[in-house]
Protein backbone atom coordinates (compact mmCIF):
# COMPACT_ATOMS: atom_id res chain seq x y z
CA UNK A 1 0.00 0.00 0.00
CA UNK A 2 2.93 2.63 1.01
CA UNK A 3 4.97 1.37 -1.97
CA UNK A 4 2.05 2.20 -4.51
CA UNK A 5 0.81 5.72 -2.57
CA UNK A 6 4.99 6.57 -3.46
CA UNK A 7 4.67 5.40 -7.02
CA UNK A 8 1.98 7.41 -7.24
CA UNK A 9 3.68 10.39 -6.52
CA UNK A 10 6.21 9.72 -8.46
CA UNK A 11 4.25 9.36 -11.22
CA UNK A 12 2.05 12.67 -10.57
CA UNK A 13 5.57 14.53 -10.18
CA UNK A 14 7.25 13.47 -13.82
CA UNK A 15 3.60 14.29 -15.00
CA UNK A 16 4.18 17.70 -13.75
CA UNK A 17 7.82 18.28 -14.49
CA UNK A 18 7.36 19.70 -18.44
CA UNK A 19 4.79 22.10 -16.95
CA UNK A 20 7.01 23.35 -14.10
CA UNK A 21 9.87 23.74 -16.48
CA UNK A 22 7.86 25.85 -19.36
CA UNK A 23 6.66 28.14 -16.33
CA UNK A 24 10.86 29.22 -16.03
CA UNK A 25 11.39 29.64 -19.88
CA UNK A 26 12.40 32.98 -21.14
CA UNK A 27 9.77 35.02 -23.00
CA UNK A 28 9.56 34.99 -26.84
CA UNK A 29 10.28 38.94 -26.77
CA UNK A 30 11.68 40.03 -23.78
CA UNK A 31 10.71 43.68 -22.80
CA UNK A 32 14.13 46.00 -23.42
CA UNK A 33 15.83 47.25 -20.49
CA UNK A 34 15.15 50.97 -19.78
CA UNK A 35 17.75 53.55 -20.95
CA UNK A 36 17.52 55.01 -17.12
CA UNK A 37 20.63 53.71 -15.49
CA UNK A 38 20.70 55.23 -12.54
CA UNK A 39 17.98 53.26 -10.89
CA UNK A 40 15.52 56.09 -10.74
CA UNK A 41 12.85 54.19 -13.06
CA UNK A 42 12.73 51.70 -9.82
CA UNK A 43 11.75 54.20 -7.57
CA UNK A 44 8.77 55.55 -9.80
CA UNK A 45 7.47 52.29 -10.49
CA UNK A 46 6.90 51.63 -6.59
CA UNK A 47 3.24 51.21 -5.92
CA UNK A 48 1.34 53.81 -3.90
CA UNK A 49 1.31 53.25 -0.41
CA UNK A 50 4.48 51.67 0.18
CA UNK A 51 6.41 52.52 3.31
CA UNK A 52 10.05 53.55 2.14
CA UNK A 53 12.85 55.27 3.91
CA UNK A 54 14.03 58.40 1.76
CA UNK A 55 17.13 59.36 2.74
CA UNK A 56 18.62 63.44 1.53
CA UNK A 57 21.02 65.55 2.17
CA UNK A 58 19.76 67.95 4.97
CA UNK A 59 19.03 65.37 8.26
CA UNK A 60 17.95 61.64 8.64
CA UNK A 61 16.29 59.71 6.70
CA UNK A 62 12.37 60.04 6.54
CA UNK A 63 9.71 57.30 6.97
CA UNK A 64 7.15 57.89 4.73
CA UNK A 65 4.61 55.85 2.25
CA UNK A 66 5.55 56.47 -1.23
CA UNK A 67 2.70 58.81 -3.02
CA UNK A 68 4.40 59.80 -6.56
CA UNK A 69 7.20 60.31 -8.26
CA UNK A 70 8.53 61.56 -11.63
CA UNK A 71 11.43 62.19 -13.26
CA UNK A 72 12.82 65.45 -10.74
CA UNK A 73 10.55 64.97 -7.86
CA UNK A 74 9.42 62.34 -5.14
CA UNK A 75 6.30 62.70 -3.34
CA UNK A 76 5.55 60.50 0.20
CA UNK A 77 3.58 61.24 2.89
CA UNK A 78 4.54 61.10 6.84
CA UNK A 79 3.94 57.53 8.53
CA UNK A 80 2.99 59.07 11.75
CA UNK A 81 1.88 62.75 10.90
CA UNK A 82 0.21 62.51 7.86
CA UNK A 83 2.92 65.62 6.41
CA UNK A 84 3.43 65.40 2.55
CA UNK A 85 7.28 65.49 0.99
CA UNK A 86 8.51 66.40 -1.62
CA UNK A 87 11.68 65.45 -2.14
CA UNK A 88 13.35 67.16 -5.45
CA UNK A 89 15.42 63.91 -7.29
CA UNK A 90 19.27 65.35 -6.93
CA UNK A 91 18.76 65.84 -3.37
CA UNK A 92 17.71 62.43 -2.34
CA UNK A 93 20.87 60.18 -1.31
CA UNK A 94 19.14 56.35 -1.55
CA UNK A 95 15.62 55.20 -1.11
CA UNK A 96 15.22 52.16 0.97
CA UNK A 97 11.70 49.54 1.49
CA UNK A 98 10.27 49.75 4.92
CA UNK A 99 10.92 45.84 5.53
CA UNK A 100 11.08 45.94 9.12
CA UNK A 101 7.82 44.21 9.78
CA UNK A 102 8.22 41.79 6.91
CA UNK A 103 11.58 40.82 8.19
CA UNK A 104 9.86 39.91 11.92
CA UNK A 105 7.26 37.66 10.09
CA UNK A 106 9.41 36.08 8.17
CA UNK A 107 11.74 34.87 11.37
CA UNK A 108 8.72 34.25 13.57
CA UNK A 109 7.75 31.98 11.27
CA UNK A 110 10.88 30.33 10.58
CA UNK A 111 11.74 30.03 14.21
CA UNK A 112 8.14 28.92 14.63
CA UNK A 113 8.87 26.05 11.64
CA UNK A 114 11.67 24.88 13.16
CA UNK A 115 10.12 24.21 16.41
CA UNK A 116 7.36 22.45 15.08
CA UNK A 117 9.82 20.39 13.08
CA UNK A 118 12.40 20.00 16.40
CA UNK A 119 8.58 18.78 18.00
CA UNK A 120 7.56 16.28 15.87
CA UNK A 121 11.13 15.08 14.93
CA UNK A 122 11.91 14.44 18.88
CA UNK A 123 11.80 10.97 19.89
CA UNK A 124 9.02 10.31 22.08
CA UNK A 125 9.29 11.26 25.52
CA UNK A 126 8.10 8.22 27.28
CA UNK A 127 4.76 6.05 27.14
CA UNK A 128 2.21 8.81 28.37
CA UNK A 129 0.69 8.51 24.39
CA UNK A 130 1.20 12.30 23.27
CA UNK A 131 1.07 12.59 19.69
CA UNK A 132 3.73 13.52 18.11
CA UNK A 133 1.71 16.70 16.17
CA UNK A 134 0.45 18.23 19.86
CA UNK A 135 4.15 18.15 20.37
CA UNK A 136 4.98 19.52 17.41
CA UNK A 137 2.65 22.62 18.19
CA UNK A 138 4.40 23.01 21.29
CA UNK A 139 7.03 23.25 19.88
CA UNK A 140 6.38 25.52 17.29
CA UNK A 141 4.31 27.69 19.70
CA UNK A 142 7.73 27.98 21.43
CA UNK A 143 9.72 28.19 18.74
CA UNK A 144 7.46 31.51 17.92
CA UNK A 145 8.18 32.80 21.47
CA UNK A 146 11.75 32.64 20.91
CA UNK A 147 11.22 33.75 16.97
CA UNK A 148 9.78 37.29 18.73
CA UNK A 149 12.40 37.68 21.26
CA UNK A 150 14.93 37.54 18.30
CA UNK A 151 13.03 39.21 15.58
CA UNK A 152 12.01 42.30 17.66
CA UNK A 153 15.96 43.37 17.94
CA UNK A 154 16.90 42.12 14.22
CA UNK A 155 14.28 43.75 12.31
CA UNK A 156 15.45 47.34 13.54
CA UNK A 157 19.08 46.29 12.30
CA UNK A 158 18.54 44.58 8.90
CA UNK A 159 18.25 47.29 7.00
CA UNK A 160 15.69 47.70 4.38
CA UNK A 161 15.95 46.08 0.63
CA UNK A 162 17.56 49.45 -1.72
CA UNK A 163 15.83 50.70 -4.73
CA UNK A 164 17.51 53.39 -5.49
CA UNK A 165 21.26 55.33 -4.99
CA UNK A 166 22.37 58.70 -6.75
CA UNK A 167 25.34 58.29 -8.63
CA UNK A 168 28.14 59.22 -7.50
CA UNK A 169 29.40 62.56 -8.71
CA UNK A 170 32.18 62.64 -10.87
CA UNK A 171 35.55 63.36 -9.19
CA UNK A 172 36.34 67.28 -9.28
CA UNK A 173 39.85 68.37 -8.51
CA UNK A 174 39.69 70.34 -4.98
CA UNK A 175 41.61 73.50 -3.93
CA UNK A 176 44.11 71.48 -1.81
CA UNK A 177 45.05 68.91 -5.06
CA UNK A 178 47.92 70.12 -6.74
CA UNK A 179 47.65 71.77 -9.51
CA UNK A 180 49.13 70.97 -13.07
CA UNK A 181 52.45 71.28 -13.49
CA UNK A 182 53.88 75.03 -14.21
CA UNK A 183 56.61 76.11 -16.11
CA UNK A 184 59.66 77.47 -13.21
CA UNK A 185 59.26 80.84 -12.69
CA UNK A 186 62.97 81.94 -13.18
CA UNK A 187 64.50 83.71 -9.76
CA UNK A 188 63.98 86.95 -8.99
CA UNK A 189 67.47 88.81 -7.99
CA UNK A 190 67.42 91.63 -6.13
CA UNK A 191 69.13 94.72 -7.43
CA UNK A 192 72.11 95.93 -5.49
CA UNK A 193 72.55 99.59 -4.93
CA UNK A 194 76.35 101.16 -4.93
Same mark, same amino acid.
Not at 24 to 51: F, I, Y
Not at 62 to 80: H, I, K, M, N
Not at 187 to 192: M, Q, S
Given at each position: =? ?20 ? %???? !? ?18 ? /? ?14 ? !??? #???? *? ?25 ? =? ?5 ? =? ?15 ? /? ?7 ? *? !? ?11 ? /? ?8 ? %? /? #? ?26 ? !? *???? *? ?5
Amino acid at each position: =MKNKFCSSIIVLLFALLPAAAG %AQAL !PDNPEPARADSSGWSRVQDL /ANGEEIDVAHGRSHAV !PCR #FAGA *TDDDLFCESLFSGREYRFSRAEVESVR =MEDKRRN =MRILIGTFAAAGFIWGV /AAPPSGDNG *T !PRFLVGLGGAGIG /ALAGCAVSLP %A /A #FLIPGRLVYRRPPLEHKPSASAPAEEQA !P *TPPR *TAAVSQ
